[in-house]
C-alpha cells in the first residue's frame, strides 16, 4: 500500500487498453548549444504494455546522427553511449518506419516521462520532412505523478525519473539507457496505481 493518502478528490486517468512508454537518448545538447543545431535522437527504447502492466512486446534501437561530434564525452558519460556504437547504426531517416510500426501509427497512445522525448520525437519527423505520424494525445508521466502526489500530500524532491524512482523505492539500473529508462517509468505507473486504495480512487478508462 502507497504510504502517501489520498487529501483532495479521485483524479481520473484515461489510458488505452494498449499503451506505449518510451524514452529516448539524444546526442549532447550542450554541443548543440555551442556549436549550433538542435540535439539529434540517438537511441529509442519501448515497451507495449496491456491494461494489466504487462509488457506484451519491446523496440529497442540504436540511431546515427547526421552530426556524430554532438556525441561527446558528455553524451557517453550520460548514457554509455560512444560514436563507435552508432556508426553501422540506421539514421533517422532510415528506421523510422519500423518505429511508426511498432505503435501501430496513431493506434497506441504514447507516455512519456516528461515533455522532452516528445518534443524531440516531433522535431526528428520535422528534420526529414514527415508529418507526426503518431497519436496525437501523448501522456506525460511526471506530471501524472505529481498530479497523484498534489492529492496525497507529497511534493517529490524533483520530477526526474530516477530523484522519484528513489523516493517511491524503486531500484534503478541502467538509467539513462532508453530501454531502462521505460522499464523505470512502467515501474513508477504500476506502484502509483497498483497500491490498494488505489483500486478504489483511480479509474482507467481505455479509449
Known amino acids: 500500500m502507497s504510504p502517501y493518502k489520498r487529501t483532495g478528490p479521485p483524479h481520473f486517468i484515461m489510458i488505452d487498453a494498449n499503451f506505449v512508454i518510451f524514452d529516448v537518448e539524444t546526442t549532447d545538447p550542450h554541443a548543440g548549444a555551442v556549436l549550433g543545431g538542435t540535439p539529434e535522437i540517438i537511441e529509442i527504447g519501448a515497451i507495449l504494455v496491456n491494461r494489466s502492466w504487462q509488457v506484451l512486446n519491446e523496440y529497442s534501437q540504436l540511431i546515427r546522427p547526421k552530426r556524430m561530434d554532438f556525441v561527446t564525452e558528455f553524451t557517453s558519460q550520460l548514457s554509455g553511449l560512444r560514436p563507435e556504437m552508432l556508426e553501422e ?24 516521462w516528461g515533455g522532452t522525448d516528445i518534443h524531440q520525437l ?39 525519473l530516477a530523484s522519484v524512482c528513489k523516493e517511491l523505492g524503486i531500484t534503478v539500473q541502467g538509467h539513462h ?10 515501474q513508477v505507473l504500476k506502484h502509483i496505481f497498483n497500491s490498494e486504495e488505489e483500486h478504489e480512487e483511480v479509474q482507467i478508462y481505455a479509449v
Open 177 to 186: 539507457r532508453a530501454m531502462a529508462d521505460a522499464h523505470l517509468a512502467l
Open 89 to 112: 547504426s540506421p539514421t533517422f531517416d532510415e528506421m523510422w518506419k519500423s518505429w511508426a510500426e511498432f505503435t501501430k501509427y496513431k493506434s497506441f497512445r504514447l507516455f512519456s
Open 122 to 160: 516531433r522535431h526528428a519527423y520535422s528534420s526529414i520532412r514527415l508529418g507526426y505520424p503518431h497519436n496525437d494525445m501523448p501522456i506525460d508521466i511526471a506530471s501524472m505523478v505529481y498530479m497523484w502526489g498534489s492529492t496525497r500530500g507529497w511534493k517529490p524532491k524533483g520530477l526526474g
